[in-house]
Every structure is written in structure tokens, then in C-alpha cells.
């Protein structure tokens, strides 16, 4: 999400990808289980205001975007934050009125506690689908100078792409392994396993899902699902995404044995990128940015790549920057909505 050279490789991981499945993952039944602890234990799990509790509310913009962050009075005032008190869901909103002459508020969230490790488990109902968005459910260290101590993008795609990006961003020495996952390296060449930062432009090690709905419009289609994102010092970095319906039930009873689950997404392997060396002190964020390098490097590329299946968003839009689209057609950011169930972590 700090990548400010985004554009130039995701543009150029677009040819690489575009070989990528684009089916929907079988997800293989998992091998018999034995019942018995994960050696978890239920940390927190939060709804409605609950939820929004763990969080403050960032100001500002980044990442080249149009958004404009605003303070928690503002948000409530227009209306960009709520919580359903039917089924206590979190909604957070974009401003779908007229924009300024430069910007459009919208909303970032950074989380007030930090971790070393855990699970941490979203399930997300509805998340934006429009042009121009860049949204994003990650984690980064609230104490150290990116990129030490660490970044793990959990949720992060733009426009109407349905194939969700998982990455993690580090100092050198950080690599995936070559097996162990799902998903497809976002990254050609050399540097696809290889988390560090600096030797990547920023983008770090990135997975892109192979599951066209794991992300945006994909994904809205069936109500969304559960991402997992399990940081363990024995275990690695793993993340997954599982569609509603697909949702393995030891998440649903509160008791997650991810050893259980179907192989990750994302895989990162302990002895390749020992996490006590790399993450430090990760808080959660959610944001929805507008426009920016991301969004913008690819406004004129069809997406195909990451399973947008209704051609560039210059062609749909008619406008030539992700910019200038956002600024003028507000009522159309109304689409640009998140609505969280739950967050549960795990220790
Ligand atoms: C996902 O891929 C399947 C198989 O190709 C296709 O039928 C379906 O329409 C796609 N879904 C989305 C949201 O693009
Ligand atoms: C803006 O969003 C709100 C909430 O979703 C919706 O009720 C309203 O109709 C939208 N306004 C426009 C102009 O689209």
C-alpha cells in the first residue's frame, strides 16, 4: 500500500499474468482431520461498534490518490460511517455527492492495538466495485520505518478486478518459497519470491488468488466471504480467502485450525522469512483510496489479468484519468462501499 512505484509493475505483471486461471478454485476437501486444538485462543471478535472501536480514523491522503481521509466527527456527519443495528454489519462509505476540486472524502481506518503474530480473520459481505477505487484491509508496523518491521496485505485490488492480491513488503532477506500456495506470483522473473521492498520497487511478494471471487465485484456476488491471515513464528505467513458457502466450520464454531483448511493463497515460509526477523508491532488499517498509482497505472488496461471481465475502465467510464472520473461522477462511488461482519482475532 506505501508503493508509490506501483503502477509500473503491476502494469508490467499484467502480460505475466495473464495466463492465470481464471476459475473459480476448487476447493479440494480437506484431509481427515483430527480433532484437536489449534492452540489458538479467541483474542477479540467484534461487530457494529465493537468493531469500530479498535480502530482510529487516519486523515489525510496517499499513495497519489484523490481520496481524502476524514476525521471520525466528519465520517458520522456525512453520513461515510454506520453500523445496520439489524445485523450490526459496518458499513464505510466514499462521499457520493460532489467532489472538491481535488478530492473526494472517504475513510481510513488504523488500528489502536498491535501484534507480533496471531489469526486474524475478516468476513467481509460487500466491498467496492467501481472504477478508480483502490481498497485495501492490511497490515503494517506502527513503530518502524517502512519497510522494516513489515507489511501483509490481506484485501488490495482496484476498479473491477475480482482475483485478490496478497502480498507482504520487507526489508532484504524475506523470500516465499516455491510451493505451498495457491496463488500466482504478481511478480515476474528474479525477484517473484522476493519480499524485499527495496529489490521490488516496493511491491514486495505478491499472490495474486485464483479465485475470481475473491476480491470487488467477484466476490459481491456471493456475499463476499472470509480472508484468514495467520502470522506464526513456527509457521510462516499464510492467507487465505474462502467464498460464502465455503467457509470451513471450525471458523464459524470460534475454533480455526488453519492446518485444516485448504492450501493458502499465500504461502511464506518460516524458513525462508523468519517472521520475528521481519514483523514487529503490525496494526490493522482499511482504507479505500481513489485513483492513485495503482488505480491509475492501470485505468487503461483492460485488468483481464486479475479477472475484470468488462474491459479498461477508460473504455467503461469514458474518461481519461481514474483522477478525473472520481472527482466528477460522485453518485457513481455510491458502489464504493465495504460492509464488514466481523473481525476475530485469534491468539
Ligand atoms: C468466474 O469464472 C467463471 C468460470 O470462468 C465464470 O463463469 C464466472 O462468470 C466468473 N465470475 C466472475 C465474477 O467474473
Ligand atoms: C449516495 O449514497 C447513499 C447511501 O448509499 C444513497 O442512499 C444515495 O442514493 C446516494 N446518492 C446518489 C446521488 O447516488
Same mark, same amino acid.
Given at each position: =500500500?506505501?508503493s508509490?512505484s506501483?503502477?509500473?509493475? !503491476?502494469?508490467?505483471?499484467?502480460?505475466?499474468a495473464?495466463s492465470?486461471?481464471?476459475? =473459480?478454485?476448487?476447493?479440494? $476437501?480437506?484431509?481427515?482431520?483430527e480433532? $484437536?486444538?489449534?492452540?489458538?485462543?479467541?483474542?477479540?471478535?467484534a461487530?457494529?461498534?465493537?468493531?469500530l472501536?479498535? #480502530?482510529?480514523?487516519a486523515?489525510?491522503?496517499?499513495?497519489?490518490g /484523490?481520496?481524502?481521509?476524514v476525521?471520525?466527527?466528519? *465520517?458520522?456527519?456525512?453520513n461515510? /460511517?454506520?453500523?445496520n +443495528?439489524k445485523?450490526?454489519?459496518?458499513?464505510?462509505?466514499? @462521499?457520493?455527492?460532489?467532489a472538491?476540486?481535488?478530492? $473526494?472524502?472517504?475513510?481510513?481506518?488504523?488500528?489502536?492495538?498491535?501484534?507480533d503474530?496471531?489469526? #486474524?480473520?475478516?468476513?467481509?459481505? $460487500?466491498?467496492?466495485?467501481?472504477?478508480g477505487?483502490? +481498497?485495501?484491509?492490511? =497490515?503494517?508496523?506502527?513503530?518502524?520505518?517502512? +519497510?522494516?518491521?513489515?507489511?501483509?496485505?490481506?484485501?488490495?485490488?482496484?476498479?473491477?478486478?475480482?482475483?485478490?492480491? #496478497?502480498? /507482504?513488503?520487507?526489508?532484504?532477506?524475506?523470500?516465499a &518459497?516455491?510451493?505451498?500456495y495457491s496463488g500466482t506470483a504478481?511478480?515476474?522473473?528474479?525477484?517473484?519470491?522476493?519480499?524485499?521492498? @527495496?529489490?521490488?520497487?516496493?511491491? &514486495?511478494?505478491g499472490?495474486?488468488?485464483?479465485?475470481?471471487v475473491s476480491?470487488g465485484?467477484? !466476490?459481491?456476488?456471493?456475499?463476499?466471504?472470509?480472508?484468514?491471515l495467520?502470522?506464526?513464528?513456527?509457521g510462516?505467513?499464510s492467507?487465505?480467502?474462502?467464498?460464502?458457502?465455503?467457509? +470451513?466450520?471450525?471458523?464459524?464454531?470460534?475454533n480455526?485450525?488453519?492446518?485444516?483448511?485448504?492450501?493458502?493463497? =499465500?504461502?511464506?515460509?518460516?524458513?525462508?522469512?523468519?517472521p520475528?526477523?521481519?514483523f514487529?508491532?503490525?496494526?490493522?488499517?482499511?482504507n479505500?483510496?481513489?485513483g &492513485?498509482?495503482?488505480?491509475?497505472?492501470v485505468?487503461?488496461?483492460?485488468?483481464?489479468?486479475a479477472?475484470?471481465?468488462?474491459?479498461?475502465? *477508460?473504455?467503461q467510464?469514458?474518461?481519461?484519468?481514474?483522477?478525473?472520473?472520481v472527482?466528477?461522477?460522485?453518485?457513481?462511488?455510491?458502489?464504493s462501499?465495504?460492509?464488514?461482519?466481523s473481525l476475530?482475532?485469534?491468539?
Open positions: =500500500m506505501r508509490t506501483l503502477l509500473v509493475l !503491476a502494469g508490467a505483471t499484467a502480460a505475466l495473464s492465470s486461471h481464471k476459475n =473459480m478454485a476448487k476447493h479440494r $476437501r480437506s484431509q481427515p482431520v480433532k $484437536r486444538g489449534s492452540g489458538y485462543t479467541l483474542d477479540t471478535f461487530k457494529g461498534q465493537d468493531f472501536d479498535l #480502530f482510529d480514523y486523515e489525510g491522503s496517499d499513495n497519489g /484523490v481520496a481524502n481521509y476525521s471520525e466527527s466528519t *465520517a458520522k456527519s456525512d461515510l /460511517v454506520w453500523v +443495528p445485523d450490526d454489519t459496518v458499513h464505510l462509505r466514499v @462521499d457520493n455527492s460532489t472538491s476540486a481535488s478530492s $473526494r472524502n472517504a475513510i481510513k481506518l488504523t488500528g489502536k492495538k498491535t501484534y503474530t496471531g489469526l #486474524f480473520i475478516f468476513d467481509i459481505e $460487500r466491498q467496492p466495485q467501481v472504477c477505487a483502490w +481498497p485495501a484491509v492490511w =497490515m503494517t508496523s506502527m513503530t518502524e520505518t517502512w +519497510p522494516a518491521g513489515g507489511e501483509i496485505d490481506i484485501v488490495e485490488y482496484v476498479s473491477r478486478q475480482t482475483d485478490n492480491g #496478497f502480498s /507482504v513488503h520487507t526489508t532484504s532477506g524475506c523470500y &518459497g516455491s510451493s505451498g504478481m511478480l515476474a522473473g528474479d525477484n517473484a519470491l522476493n519480499c524485499d521492498a @527495496d529489490a521490488t520497487s516496493a511491491q &514486495g511478494c499472490f495474486r488468488s485464483t479465485q475470481n476480491a465485484i467477484g !466476490a459481491n456476488y456471493y456475499k463476499g466471504g472470509v480472508y484468514a495467520e502470522i506464526s513464528e513456527s510462516g505467513i492467507a487465505w480467502f474462502f467464498v460464502r458457502g465455503k467457509v +470451513p466450520s471450525d471458523i464459524t464454531e470460534k480455526p485450525q488453519p492446518s485444516s483448511w485448504t492450501t493458502p493463497d =499465500m504461502y511464506i515460509s518460516p524458513s525462508s522469512c523468519k520475528s526477523t521481519y514487529k508491532n503490525l496494526g490493522l488499517i482499511i479505500t483510496n481513489l &492513485g498509482t495503482w488505480a491509475e497505472g485505468w487503461n488496461s483492460d485488468n483481464s489479468y479477472g475484470q471481465t468488462d474491459g479498461s475502465c *477508460a473504455s467510464t469514458g474518461y481519461s484519468t481514474a483522477a478525473a472520473y472527482l466528477a461522477e460522485g453518485q457513481d462511488f455510491t458502489h462501499y465495504w460492509k464488514f461482519r476475530a482475532i485469534y491468539k
